[in-house]
């Protein structure tokens, strides 16, 4: 039973999944039982401001600092852009595409302040994929850093784009300057949708999941307080773009429900991010076992020392990698699993009770098995699909696939795991064809759909390889269109072409050209007959 909604604008409780098909919800904590009136941004930002002053440490980057107060008046003063000259009323969506800076964060608030629905968007995600998510979340708006605005424009058709962060005189930041930053939260239910977070299906077509207002507050509620156990001196940064559920947690949600503070990095290198975590003091790291690699390849260890907490998620943590990174700081890295489906990691462990090469146990406040093909639990020690319940689940908003992630009251993470006897999960492969390569996750369907649009590729086919670096690669078997010659100069130029159609990190980084594609007699394709041969270069 839903509570009675603060949405004018219904779109988002009208496309809810029947809740027949929602997966089974538990709230056995104390700090789950939230009241049935709940703005998230009252909770995280209002709140944080009257608990511990309007002075407090916010938001660091290398040219600015923003205090909790500077953060809620600019907040308030998007918001009132909002309503005030856009006419925003609760439920509609607005659509975010940026980098990771203070005033991504502020319009986020504003947003979720003014009862809107957050739509998140990667800032490099091109045209065509913009338009996709257009097309099934509706905004009534998008919110544009100025440096960003050419696919956003390219694909936003009848929705009006706003851009933040230029010096022009209509430009939010500076329309929002002239407002008094006096705003009334917008008295939003529990579980009214506050956030779309697209993720892509294994048929290359998106999907958002819907999260409410609650869901927020419970991923700092159980993960966050639970495993990572942040404090209100603790100095956060991260790699992961706040469009990415992984981000918005780690780099927004726990240091403010904490009163700590975050450095917003926009995409550094792996110096860059060493050199920042030693200037400024770091002291929790959330990145993808990518940049724990690239720390210890590139000899950044020593500038770690800050450091008490690291987390990495978005794809399995290697035993080795964790042992290295511990010789080399001392820190033990908390590895997780976490999904946009469940919002944020739900699996994890932490100190002394981390088991190399595991994923961990059940985070507080949600319980996990691993099960058979007919939904029953397998015995510890079989392998099975791993499913998930607690207080936030997967709702994909208008989207059949819902039948397929929950099932029997459980979520279906799509990966493949055992369970040992003493209750820690041990990661073993995806279960789709899902690519998770530097933590991104990649749908082979869709870089297919690019590498096609090539005009001397007659068709191709898309699988994840093993890879050292990354966890897995992209790697595209190709057959040309006769005349077409299949040389290194052709994948240089079939991996440009990609980058320009689909955001740059989707392109396969392997290439082989083969003269057919391997199929069964009735045509399907046969992927597990897809490897490098000598004509593959990896780039």
């Known amino acids: 039973m839903l509570f009675p909604s603060a949405h004018i604008d219904t779109f988002c409780r009208d496309n809810l999944p029947p809740s027949s098909d929602w997966p089974e919800l538990h709230f056995d904590l104390p700090e789950l039982a939230y009241p049935e009136r709940l703005n998230c941004a009252t909770t995280l930002l209002d709140e944080a401001v009257a608990r511990w002053g309007k002075d407090r440490q916010c938001l660091v980057t290398p040219t600015e600092q923003w205090t909790y107060g500077d953060l809620l008046r600019r907040a308030n003063q998007i918001a009132q852009v909002l309503v005030d000259d856009h006419g925003l009323v609760p439920g509609q969506r607005v659509m975010l595409r940026g980098a990771n800076t203070p005033w991504l964060v502020s319009c986020w608030f504003a947003v979720v302040k003014a009862g809107g629905v957050v ?42 784009v706003v851009t933040f962060g230029g010096e022009e005189a209509e430009d939010l930041v500076a329309v929002a300057g002239r407002k008094s930053g006096e705003f009334t ?19 290359g077509v998106p999907k958002a999941t819907m999260h409410f207002h609650r869901d927020v507050l419970a991923t700092a509620d159980t993960f966050s307080r639970h495993v990572v156990k942040p404090e209100s001196g603790d100095l956060f940064t991260g790699t992961p773009p706040l469009a990415f559920t992984f981000g918005l947690g780690g780099l927004v949600i726990f240091p403010l429900s904490v009163g700590a503070a975050t450095l917003l990095l926009e995409r550094p290198t792996t110096v860059e991010l060493a050199d920042a975590i030693a200037k400024y003091g770091v002291s929790v790291l959330f990145t993808a076992p990518t940049a724990y690699r690239a720390l210890l390849r590139e000899n950044q260890a020593d500038k770690l020392g800050s450091l008490r907490r690291c987390v990495s998620a978005g794809e399995h943590l290697p035993a080795e990698v964790w042992h290295q990174f511990h010789d080399a700081t001392g820190i033990r890295i908390i590895n997780g699993i976490g999904g946009t489906e469940m919002l944020h990691v739900f699996i994890a462990a932490a100190d002394g009770d981390i088991r190399a090469g595991s994923t961990g146990k059940a985070v507080p406040g949600f319980c996990a098995e691993v099960l058979d093909e007919n939904g029953q639990p397998v015995p510890d020690g079989t392998s099975g699909v791993l499913a998930v319940k607690g207080p936030t689940g997967c709702r994909y908003l208008a989207d059949d696939r819902q039948k397929n992630y929950v099932r029997g009251g459980w979520n279906l993470t799509g990966d493949t795991y055992t369970r040992d006897e003493d209750g820690y999960f041990w990661y073993h492969a995806r279960s789709d064809d899902m690519i998770v390569s530097s933590g991104y996750n990649i749908a082979a369907p869709e870089v297919e759909e690019a590498i096609d649009k090539h005009p001397d590729v007659a068709e191709s086919a898309v699988i994840g390889l093993p890879d050292e670096e990354r966890g897995m690669i992209v790697h595209a078997a190709i057959v040309l269109h006769d005349g077409a010659v299949g040389d290194e100069e052709k994948i240089l130029e079939i991996q440009e072409f990609v980058k320009q159609t689909v955001a740059p990190y989707k392109y396969p980084r392997s290439i082989a050209f083969l003269d057919r594609l391997p199929r069964t007699e009735s045509g399907k394709l046969q992927r597990y007959r897809l490897r490098p041969s000598s004509s593959a270069v990896p780039s």
């Open 119 to 160: 739509v998140t968007t990667m800032p490099l995600l091109r045209s065509p994929e913009i338009a996709k998510l257009i097309e099934i979340t509706r905004p009534s708006l998008a919110l544009c850093d100025y440096r960003v605005t050419a696919e956003m424009t390219k694909a936003a058709g009848q929705t009006p």
């Open 185 to 203: 939260n917008v008295d939003t239910a529990a579980d009214d949708v506050v956030l779309l977070a697209p993720t892509s299906g294994t048929t």
